[in-house]
């Protein structure tokens, strides 16, 4: 607790200094009609403003309501610090009934990048495409072009694959987003390996053929840096004439003819002045699950009562907002071991840390928050035939005791008492984590305006838990119990691994390892892990619950889609990330289709 630990506690307040007072520069451009409005630059925005100004005869402004990555998030390691700055929305959930009773106040936080690049510059750039079988169900709900065949040479256009172990058959090399193995690994990411190999887990690549089995974690990662949206798709096209980057602009709605019901441009914010500019062809929203649904409301698009209760004129009642699936993990799945294996919070911020990751790309600061291999298993919980995942387990070499309570209990909002009583007396010991995620939840919320006012954050209800037959907490359980099996395989136990019994606070009163006690600590200290969808579903008209067509056309609205992860229509064996950039890509080539379309008819 010496040099390193002073060293350490520097790095973090100089960084958390930086994220707090650098300021955002974005190029103003004066007024004019554009032929394409993309909104939002995230994962999927930022891939459609790249594809359409690839043709230099469009004109394409990106409106983006952040300001420019700041310079320290090329750093994987430090993805949790990111979420404590100016680049994200820091929303929170509302609270909920018997659920997150470990949480500070009982609210879970929505963390949502507000920076050029979106939230892929403050998440933990771990790259899944999710099975093929996810995309195969999109075609069979009625959406035509989105099997898996048809989907797949779209996350191969975006790639750049230097992982080592791959199925090439399903891999590309020479995209913009780079995709790697991480280059730091700690001892005991080999060991969870191996124990889930000596477990009956085949090793795979799960970008590739097969995705049941275990993997070592692949991010997207160029050289050790973070590949963020910005970085792959946005700063290859800044200097095309044809696109324009207007920096720090809040749409506030979308203008629509409520004659004609066509878009035509929208209204947005910046500093305290309202601008409008107008599009020729499209509005693409691509603010992603929280924002395209917002603007869609604010615009006059959305359920009918919900509307009329905030004094918002109706121009098509359609169902946004009303599902929003996500992804949850469970924080208290820890083990101890007895030998040093694991992650070294003093080593991986130490000087020569630094120096390794910044002149080589290499290093504990290369890792992606402390995750390192993945394991895909199907309950025995599942009610479906298909050799399809409903969990993934998330290997950390470490663990929320890791930086001893400075970031990651706080990124968590986990309660004081629930941090000092269970994961603190772990900052003594060799001790890593497993993070369950349930991939098929059966639980939905959805979502609301709080107001008319556009800078007022959404009302967010997850209603996690919720499903009658408690079937989501039983695959948490049951994802408990492989954790377990793992653990006790001769890999893990060559180090005497050993699951931590301190009960959670508030399960006291329940026989630790009972079913009953791991559903109340379930209850207590779940957390979303950021992928929520399905705000803005896509489906057939037949489809009541469809706000968006198979080519992402607003339903009664001309010449607006939404192109980003709302549109994903059901749950998803993925961190959505990775299929916001597909869905980029499909949507693109969808514009330029029936934009050749558009001019064989003007």
């Not at 993309?38 to 230099?56: I, K």
Request: glycine share 8%; with cysteine; proline share 5%.
């Amino acid at each position: 607790m010496g040099s390193n630990y002073m060293i350490t506690i520097s790095i973090l307040l100089i960084a958390i200094r930086l994220c707090t007072t650098q300021s955002a520069t974005g190029r103003e451009d004066g007024p004019g009609v554009f032929d394409y409005i993309v909104v939002g630059s995230g994962s999927a925005g930022a891939v459609v403003a790249n594809r359409l100004s690839e043709d230099p005869k469009v004109r394409v402004l990106l409106l983006e309501s952040g300001g420019e990555p700041l310079f320290h998030t090329d750093k994987p390691v430090t993805a949790s610090i990111e979420q404590f700055t100016r680049q994200n929305w820091n929303y929170l959930m509302e609270k909920q009934e018997n659920f997150g009773l470990g949480l500070v106040d009982g609210i879970m936080g929505y963390p949502r990048g507000r920076v050029l690049g979106g939230t892929t510059v403050i998440n933990y750039m771990i790259h899944i495409r999710g099975n093929k079988a996810d995309y195969n169900r999109w075609a069979n709900l009625g959406n035509p072009g989105w099997s898996y065949d048809e989907v797949l040479p779209y996350f191969r256009k975006s790639e750049d694959s230097t992982v080592k172990i791959v199925d090439e058959e399903y891999r590309n090399h020479g995209g913009l987003l780079t995709v790697s193995d991480v280059p730091y690994r700690t001892k005991s990411s080999h060991v969870f390996v191996k124990a889930c190999e000596q477990a009956g887990y085949p090793y795979v690549d799960y970008n590739g053929k097969n995705q049941l089995g275990v993997s070592y974690v692949q991010g997207a990662l160029r050289r050790g840096r973070r590949c963020s949206a910005e970085k792959a798709f946005i700063r290859p096209a800044r200097k095309r004439l044809n696109l324009q980057i207007r920096l720090n602009s809040h749409v506030a709605k979308v203008l629509i003819d409520s004659e004609t019901k066509r878009a035509y441009g929208v209204e947005y914010l910046h500093g305290k002045d309202r601008h409008v500019v107008n599009s020729s062809i499209e509005v693409i929203l691509s603010a992603g699950a929280f924002h395209s649904p917002q603007i869609l409301m604010l615009s006059g698009i959305g359920p009918r009562d919900h509307l009329a209760d905030l004094g918002v004129p109706l121009i098509q009642d359609l169902p946004v907002g009303k599902k929003l699936y996500d992804h949850l993990t469970f924080l208290g799945l820890a083990f101890t071991v007895n030998k040093p294996i694991v992650g070294n919070f003093h080593q991986t911020f130490s000087l020569p840390s630094l120096f390794e990751f910044v002149l080589y790309g290499t290093g504990p600061m290369t890792s992606l928050g402390g995750v390192e291999a993945l394991a895909y298993f199907k309950t025995n919980v599942t009610n479906y035939l298909e050799e399809y995942p409903d969990m993934e387990l998330i290997f950390v070499g470490g663990g929320l005791h890791t930086d001893y309570g400075l970031i990651y209990r706080r990124m968590f909002r986990l309660s004081d008492q629930s941090y000092y009583a269970f994961f603190k007396p772990l900052e003594k010991k060799y001790a890593y984590t497993i993070l369950p995620m349930a991939l098929h939840p059966k639980s939905y919320g959805y979502m609301k305006l709080r107001s008319k006012n556009p800078l007022d954050p959404p009302l967010f209800y997850g209603n996690y838990f919720t499903d009658p037959n408690n079937d989501d907490v039983k695959t948490f359980i049951g994802a408990i119990r492989e954790s377990q099996r793992i653990m006790r395989t001769p890999a893990f136990q060559e180090y005497k691994a050993e699951q931590v019994k301190t009960q959670i606070p508030g399960c006291e009163g329940y026989e630790f390892d009972s079913d009953v006690y791991w559903e109340c600590a379930i209850r207590h200290i779940t957390s979303t892990l950021h992928h929520q969808i399905q705000t803005c579903k896509m489906g057939p008209p037949s489809d009541p619950e469809a706000v968006v067509d198979a080519r992402l056309r607003v339903y009664g609205i001309e010449r607006l889609r939404v192109i980003d992860t709302s549109v994903i229509p059901t749950t998803i064996s993925a961190h959505v990330s990775a299929v916001g950039y597909m869905v980029g890509e499909r949507g693109s080539d969808m514009i330029k289709e029936d934009y050749r379309t558009f001019l064989r008819k003007v």
